[in-house]
């Protein structure tokens, strides 16, 4: 009986059932399988709501939605392009901390393909680089800023974390700084990559570059001032969010209601950009993102609850421990899952499903949860360029009229060097936790 309810929900899972009914089956089933009584499944829910850093999750979610209406994306652009314009192959650069950057706060990575692709794909083209070049770097760019704070997946896995019982104690802040290093890690290996694919190019004289030889622009002041009062009201964004957080001014919960008040007032009110009528919608639709995102969660919380009264997870060690004997092996083997994984599963739902399993066993092997946090999340960045369902792959066909398989062949090279810094970021905890332990 038991394995004919199993195959229906894989069933039900393959024909599109929501997630969250199907977690949620398996915690009912599971529960009355070992004759628990079902109100651990509300009771669940209840402590869910009593996580103070929950609140940022809707608070962070509308604030990048309000951006995402509003021409903050062109700004963005203009500034970061006066600003890295004099370097060479600055468009890259401009392209790859633009996108970090909107993505941080957006939470999306198919928003920052649509928002920034929009101005930086023809600016690139018409800056000499190729067609395959300026797909691929869109692309790719797309994810860059999961790991940077005020990323929705960064607080999503500090919830759960917290919600276990972990001798090793987990806060925002270390993770919110354990992010920085593997970002800039990521940014400036796809840049140098790309001023060295210049050399290569020029030197060889192709007909058909893939970089163009004009390779950087003059620095002008008055763009830069220009660009800088164009954006004045959005440049304190970071300084309120981090600021505020480190300085212990505000709780995460506090920055993130400071910083949607703040977005409100400059984009409605003095940018004009986004309509007073607008607001309702744009509630709706980041509320109903954000309740889908909570629903999972909680259905997985109780479903988490179920794994441990069943020992699921030290059935799984102690598996694991008679197959694998060391910390690197273990490494090896989760990156080679979570990119799989990411592959096939959005960000949010690996999160709230896998994170509970993996973590513990993580720490029995070593791994700081910290450390953990900031592999897992690189790995799902780096899965949304996994073919053949990485989600990015298909926004950006999409939204440029490109085939899939143009899409795979322009991406493909620098899926290859993000995977070499994320093998970095495994197997280097430094760059993690530099700041944490210093």
Known sequence: ?????????????????????????????????????????????????????????????????????????????????????????????????????????????????????ALLYPALKESGYSEKFSLGLITTSGSLGLLLPPSLPLILYVVIVQQLDLEQSIRIEDVFLAGIFPTLLMIFTLFFWSIWQTSRTNKNQQNTPIMPKQVSKAYSTKELLSALRESIWELPLPFIVLGGIFSGVFAVSEAAAVT???????????????????????????????????????????????????????????????????QVTFLLLLNIFLLLLGALLDIFSAIVIMSPLIVPIAISFGVHPVHLGIIFLANMQLGYLTPPVGMNLFIASYRFNKSIFDVYRSTIVMMLLLLGCVLLITYVPAISLFFIEH
Not at 303 to 315: C, G, K, Q, R, S
Request: with cysteine.
């Open 1 to 117: 009986m038991l394995f004919i309810t199993i195959f229906i929900l894989l069933l039900l899972a393959w024909f599109g059932a929501p997630l969250f009914t199907i977690i949620l089956s398996v915690s009912i089933l599971g529960f009355t399988y070992q004759e628990i009584d079902l109100t651990v499944i509300p009771i669940e829910l209840y402590r869910l709501t009593n996580t103070p850093l929950l609140l940022a999750l809707p608070l962070f979610t509308f604030t990048g939605y309000i951006m995402g209406e509003s021409n903050t994306s062109k700004r963005l652009v203009r500034l970061s392009s006066a600003l890295l314009g004099w370097l060479p192959s600055e468009l890259v650069l401009v392209t790859l901390f633009a996108s970090a950057f909107f993505t941080a706060f957006t939470g999306a990575t198919g928003v920052t393909i649509v928002a920034l692709g």
């Open 260 to 326: 949607a008040l703040y977005i409100i007032i400059v984009e409605v009110f003095i940018y004009q950009e986004v309509r007073l009528q607008q607001l309702p919608k744009i509630i709706e639709e980041s509320m109903t993102m954000i309740g889908g995102i909570l629903l999972i969660l909680a259905c997985a919380l109780a479903m988490t609850n179920y794994f441990i009264d069943a020992e699921i997870p030290v059935l799984l060690f102690n598996w694991i421990q008679n197959h694998v004997t060391s």
